[in-house]
């Protein structure tokens, strides 16, 4: 099994910066052959994609909406998940969830990804 545990939300004036993190941990977790990935939802709404990194970190994808402001990242020597989050939005608000899959290429859809974290909760207020 595959334990995913996201922190640093938070409730952030809209032009501010957040940076969220993901503890991977877990024996079917593999830092050198798991892609990873961040997306969010807001209420009443379906989960959305919003980045996406390779297992060694040298290719990475992001939705058009974030592109330029978020920027993914992963050490994998301490099985960590990064995203940087500057110039946020009201429309950015929702719950960020971590998420991994034992692939060497990168996927950007929910029913890509086997494993999930709780999600935390990013509020962006105008």
């Known amino acids: 099994q595959v334990q995913l545990i996201e922190s640093g939300g938070g409730l952030v004036q809209a032009g501010g910066s957040l940076r969220l993190s993901c503890a991977a941990s877990?024996?079917?977790?593999?830092?050198?052959?798991?892609?990873m990935a961040w997306f969010r939802q807001a209420p009443g709404k379906e989960r959305e994609f919003v980045a996406a990194?390779?297992?060694?970190?040298?290719?990475?994808y992001y939705a058009d909406s974030v592109k330029g402001r978020f920027t993914i990242s992963r050490d994998n020597a301490r099985k960590m998940l990064y995203l940087q989050m500057n110039s946020l939005k009201p429309e950015d608000t929702a719950v960020y969830y971590c998420?991994?899959?034992?692939?060497?290429?990168?996927?950007?859809?929910?029913?890509?990804?086997?494993?999930w974290g709780q999600g935390t909760q990013v509020t962006v207020s105008s």
């Open positions: 998420a991994a899959v034992r692939t060497f290429s990168l996927a950007t859809t929910p029913q890509a990804y086997d494993y």
């Open positions: 877990g024996r079917a977790f593999s830092s050198y052959a798991d892609a």
């Open positions: 990194i390779n297992w060694s970190g040298g290719s990475t």
